[in-house]
């Protein structure tokens, strides 16, 4: 014999389509569509297609909370089973296009690091 199911409380009379009562993601789901909006232009660009956005991808799997990531070149190359100049014309074609920020990794032996440029900044040249 199933137990009785509980009443559920009075509904609000408000609705959720207001804009004091509106539902902000979590920050996880944030970071989330960021890199995936990030994945959508990348795709949309015909100068990224192939081993760019193989490259762009295994970056984009590998960053933290913090939006920041430091796979080696090395390391990207052996995943993607390409050269290691290939992978590093992709990283520089993509910082190029302003898809990632680089921190140089400071000493040979210590990676760089890749970071998500905002979609919304326009570069000005």
Do not use: H
């Not at 989330?32 to 970056?59: K, S």
């Not at 920041?68 to 089973?81: C, I």
């Amino acid at each position: 014999m199933r137990p009785p199911v509980a009443a559920r409380g009075p509904r609000s009379e408000k609705s959720l389509d207001s804009k004091s009562e509106r539902i902000t993601p979590a920050p996880e789901m944030q970071r989330t569509r960021r890199r995936f909006a990030l994945w959508r232009a990348i795709n949309r660009d015909p100068a990224c297609r192939g081993l760019p956005a193989a490259v762009a991808w295994e970056i984009l799997d590998r960053m933290g909370a913090n939006d920041r990531s430091w796979p080696s070149a090395a390391r990207l190359a052996a995943d993607l089973s390409a050269s290691q100049r290939a992978v590093q014309r992709a990283i520089a074609l993509l910082v190029s296009k302003n898809y990632f920020l680089v921190s140089p990794g400071g000493r040979p032996g210590n990676p760089n690091s890749y970071a998500l440029k905002s979609l919304t900044t326009s570069s000005t040249s």
